[in-house]
């Protein structure tokens, strides 16, 4: 059968060249980097290098740099070690409604441990207004997190305004950027952030390994406890293989991004072209301020999980955010926050490209989507409109919310 | 995930769609939550004069599962009068459709509950008119 | 230059065999395990089968292993993930006195939050006495954490004994087994444990990769809050090609443990009877109950750091915990809770054995050590045994502690 | 992680060994920290009938780094005045040895502070002397 991969969003395959700078730290120069004898040098140095790699990204210094098992970890380190570091000074923390639920639930967890968070609303397209942040900021507010660029819907998000009034009250200022590591010129200085959490297999590095920057200065406490390694910030054995394959696909990144990326986003804009043509349908997020790889669809009068195993049986990988889909059996938080009334948000499709993706790939999807589209409108109740059972109803059964 | 037969249910959907001249339709779920379904019965009257139900159909708004269950449990209504129509449980749906993921067990209670409330609707109906 | 690595207790080599099994999860298989469509399936039933290679080893069920980024993640998890769980019982932990820092950190840490901990001593082997445990259970008492071996000096704890107390006073016992994973045989269920970690990389499988044993009806809160995989305990996208390495290695080494470890049993006790005639030498740890591939040596009058470079310099890799050679410039905790006193505490030398170790490394160790030691001890001021100055005088300078 | 030089000092030590008539005896250091230096000299004087070091020795317990700088200091005061002596600081034998890890600085401290409780044991015995 034929497979087309195009949720690139949730994972990307590993570079072969990653895969192959990785292999000699498995079985042979596989020392103990905080070991003493010079064994273990090679190891050591070969962080130091994936270390500058990653910096180098994000014109980060290497020493703000601190290596974590993913992204979710890097978030969990950003947000938990900057509210136990600065508990002291105030238990207050802004954070956009559109984080991903590393943010969201280590956001959750120090809400029952004293924190108090207050949520920022977005615009239709997702946007979080800098203005919304000045009004929310108290004396109290320690720490800031509005993330680079949405996993779903793929909005960029004004960074740079935000970090700086953040800057200017002092208050610490995280941004989450693993969906947009490899896809988007991130600029540590130029932005403006304190810290900034990276995951590598977004940006065809391994699973298993992400990072925080940390910029110089800013006070933050360790979420992992031990021997001390990295900087005394993130202890545990260093992940050689995995780091080194990270710096790999970070420096691949920095070389070729630019290349990859311009024909990604025509690719994608000529999807979104054809695919808004099937009747009933609509983009999520921003027309333009978003990832080059990512389409986000709304078809009406269908739930997404229907859509993803129909395409599925056509050999096509996509998401969506519908509740079915979900292990919690809740809609997409993100859907939600942009203002897609109830009945709408189950029926999103999120298609996500990869350096790779073929037109013929894309042409695939376009030839599959509206038939697939059509025949799980006929089985829905819903045809050209939701009926007056939508708009008027006690609703009997559907998901028990968990 | 889903079983076989669930699939086959799901991508050849049994007696879909809606019904014009129903005797009564029960709606069901909550398109909030991703599932709603319309059930449609025609009701005929047997040798002894019991109604059955003579004609089904369904319509919904879900995941696999709940496309899946309500093609079932319209199979399953067929032909069954009331009282054995109101007796097909959940699990019997969920059994006969081979088994279903556990956090999509509430789908099969969706396919019983919208064949009950099609059959509450028609005696509501056939209540209206006798007034 | 010739290379003898006898340091595997810091760290293994990852099996050829294992790597080989990673492999096709990188570039090929590499679909993320939580999603929907039947692409990622491959990848999932590749972190099922890991998981229950994983449970093979230890005697546990497969849904009770939570996969981790490492030892020490599942040590911090264990031990904070508890803590959290039951504050409302109480806040009161007990612990051994020789634990990895993975714990012993996670408790400072939990120290600064309002936990109380009663730190258990040990006898001149390490072991820890299961009465001193009876003696210090209070109605408060939420954990008991006591390691199954111990990575420096080897001893193996009598852990069935103490989880019996922690039973039938239904409190949560966890045991850190990452030093002994792949050379003792491990049972949770005759064991009695709760919470056991696990470490990959010390049983030839990658690093980067541990778990957490958690017994059916364990309370644990997340330390990692996200997507909610692995059961809601950990959250991250999983590490699949590390997993399914992680299980590879508890396959072989429940396969294969019976055969190595005697070999290894056996070249251990050759040169611990070979070394121990070196004068003013003792071994520390017990004589019978330590890990098959451990021998802690001490020399009287020198420091391990210097020791350690020596041994360097002729292609051989161990460690020491000497003050000198620690990141804290602490000597081994472990050391002096044996009771080994001050000026003893630096001349340690730990040798650890791996599966491939062979008899003419030992003799290479064997035939460069007494000249080592005695050139050390030329420089020493201290020949025959510490002079008055050790014995009554003040000192000055000497290390700053931090 | 250590320089050329300090490698040589550590493995070549320089003037190592006990001086059994020695006119001055400084000891430095704490063996439960892991470091204790001896230092050993003989003082001469010199034709303006000034003091001098003329020979000196060292005994070292500690890590490669505190044995490389008590080796390398034992050379910076050869043949030395005190006050020249005395002035030999801490980041100079750091200099001396190639630089040293930051948290092995203080081995240098050790290995100055040798050199000048060494002098100070000399002078205190002659004070002894003298009364
Ligand atoms: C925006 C965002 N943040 C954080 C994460 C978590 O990263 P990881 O999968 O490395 O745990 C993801 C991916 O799942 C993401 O899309
Ligand atoms: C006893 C013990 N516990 C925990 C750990 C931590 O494991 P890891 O290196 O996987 O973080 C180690 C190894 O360093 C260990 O020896």
Known sequence: MKRVYLDYASTTPTDERVVEAMKPYFSEKFGNPTSFYSFAQEAKEAVDKARTEVAGLINAKPDEIIFTSSGTEACNLAVKGTAFRNKNKGKHIIASSVEHFAVLESLKWLEKHGFEITYLPCDKSGIVKPEAIEESIRDDTILISVMHANNEIGTLEPIKEMAEIAEEKDITFFSDACISNGLVDIDVEELGVDLLALSAHKMYGPKGIGALFIAKGTGIEPLIHGGGQERRLRSGTENVPSIVGFGKAADIAKKEMKSYVLGMEILRNYLIEKVLRIESTKLNGHPEKRLPNNANFNFAFIEGEGLILELDFSGISASTGSACSSPTLEPSHVLTSIGLPHEEVHGSLRITLGRETKKEEIDYLIDNLPGTVERLRRISPFKGGFDDYVKGTEWKGGHKHV | ?131
Request: charged residues 30%; glycine residues 10%; neutral net charge.
């Open chain 2, 1 to 131: 995930m889903y079983s076989e037969i669930l699939l086959d249910h799901f991508r050849n959907p049994r007696n879909m769609g809606r019904m014009e001249d129903a005797d009564g339709v029960g709606k069901v779920g909550n398109p909030a939550c991703g599932d709603v379904m319309y059930v449609y019965i025609k009701v005929g009257k047997n040798e002894k004069g019991k109604e059955y139900i003579k004609d089904i159909s369904f319509e919904t708004f879900g995941c696999a599962a709940a496309i899946g269950t309500s093609s079932m449990v319209t199979e399953l209504a067929k032909g069954k009068n009331f009282e054995e129509a109101e007796n097909i449980s959940k699990s019997e749906v969920a059994d006969a459709v081979g088994g279903l993921p556990r956090r999509k067990m509430h789908c099969s209670l969706l396919a019983s509950d919208g064949l009950k409330a099609a059959i509450e609707d028609y005696r509501k109906k056939q209540t209206e008119k006798g007034e």
